[in-house]
């Protein structure tokens, strides 16, 4: 859908378009839709690694001994199928869905009350919402590159027993946040060409341009975008 409507609403701008093409092919379509398949084969391969350096399978064990090691390492795998795993997602978390129940502007200091609208709520896998959210947080923003801002989310969802956000689910998280990106600015350009006098319409796309034109930025530095 979000390929039918680059080449339907963007087709005047013939060097734009292209590289939204180009963007969403490597950096999506490449990775989503996320599978049982895939699934496996992640977790496949983290418990792989789940083996001491004598060969021996971790799980296996006495865990009453001193095994320091192995026990952080099943805590990783536990903590990574939690994110391979499908729940009921909310699909549209951003600012204008959340209510705050202290907000202090000096520090920057936010604490949520509640989320609202759950009309896009579904069943499936909740590295979605992850990457979803991600893609909202990323507009608005001045300072902070696309990297820094999709790390801080993550960073949000760091375990006590995990040293790290799974880097199994990076890729997935990047892939969905561009995809979210790209699917809300086709949108918004398919209402500019459907609405072209409403000035509103227009004025919410900006946003959508700028943080798809970092994602071209951050995909041309890369080295992949630039043919």
């Given at each position: 859908?979000v390929?039918?409507?680059?080449?339907?609403?963007?087709?005047n701008?013939?060097?734009?378009?292209?590289?939204?093409?180009?963007?969403?092919?490597d950096?999506?379509?490449?990775?989503?839709?996320l599978t049982?398949?895939?699934?496996?084969?992640?977790?496949?391969r983290?418990?792989?690694?789940?083996?001491?350096?004598?060969?021996?399978?971790?799980?296996?064990?006495?865990?009453?001994?001193?095994?320091?090691?192995?026990?952080?390492?099943?805590?990783?795998?536990?903590?990574?199928?939690?994110f391979f795993?499908?729940?009921w997602?909310?699909?549209?978390l951003?600012?204008?869905?959340?209510?705050f129940?202290a907000?202090?502007?000096?520090?920057?200091?936010?604490?949520?009350?509640?989320?609202?609208?759950?009309g896009?709520?579904?069943?499936?896998?909740?590295?979605y919402?992850?990457?979803?959210?991600?893609?909202y947080?990323?507009?608005?923003?001045?300072?902070?590159?696309?990297?820094?801002?999709?790390?801080?989310?993550?960073?949000?969802y760091?375990?006590?027993?995990?040293?790290?956000?799974?880097?199994?689910?990076?890729?997935?998280?990047?892939a969905?946040?561009?995809?979210?990106?790209l699917?809300?600015l086709?949108?918004?350009?398919?209402?500019?060409f459907?609405?072209?006098?409403?000035?509103?319409?227009?004025?919410?796309?900006?946003?959508?341009?700028?943080?798809?034109?970092?994602?071209?930025?951050?995909?041309?530095?890369?080295?992949?975008?630039?043919?």
């Amino acid at each position: 859908m979000v390929a039918d409507k680059i080449e339907k609403f963007l087709r005047n701008d013939e060097p734009e378009r292209k590289k939204l093409q180009k963007l969403l092919a490597d950096r999506v379509a490449n990775v989503l839709p996320l599978t049982a398949e895939k699934v496996e084969k992640e977790l496949g391969r983290a418990s792989s690694s789940l083996y001491d350096e004598h060969g021996g399978a971790v799980d296996e064990v006495d865990y009453e001994q001193d095994n320091t090691h192995g026990t952080t390492r099943t805590k990783e795998l536990q903590f990574l199928s939690r994110f391979f795993r499908k729940q009921w997602v909310h699909t549209d978390l951003n600012d204008t869905n959340i209510l705050f129940r202290a907000i202090d502007l000096h520090t920057k200091c936010f604490e949520y009350g509640a989320v609202l609208d759950f009309g896009d709520s579904c069943f499936d896998y909740c590295l979605y919402d992850i990457g979803i959210t991600a893609a909202y947080a990323c507009m608005y923003q001045e300072t902070l590159s696309i990297a820094e801002i999709i790390a801080n989310i993550c960073y949000g969802y760091f375990h006590q027993g995990a040293t790290q956000f799974p880097k199994e689910c990076l890729q997935y998280v990047y892939a969905v946040a561009v995809g979210r990106t790209l699917l809300s600015l086709t949108c918004a350009c398919e209402q500019i060409f459907l609405q072209p006098d409403n000035e509103y319409v227009a004025h919410t796309a900006q946003p959508l341009k700028d943080v798809a034109g970092k994602h071209l930025t951050e995909f041309v530095c890369s080295g992949k975008g630039s043919h």
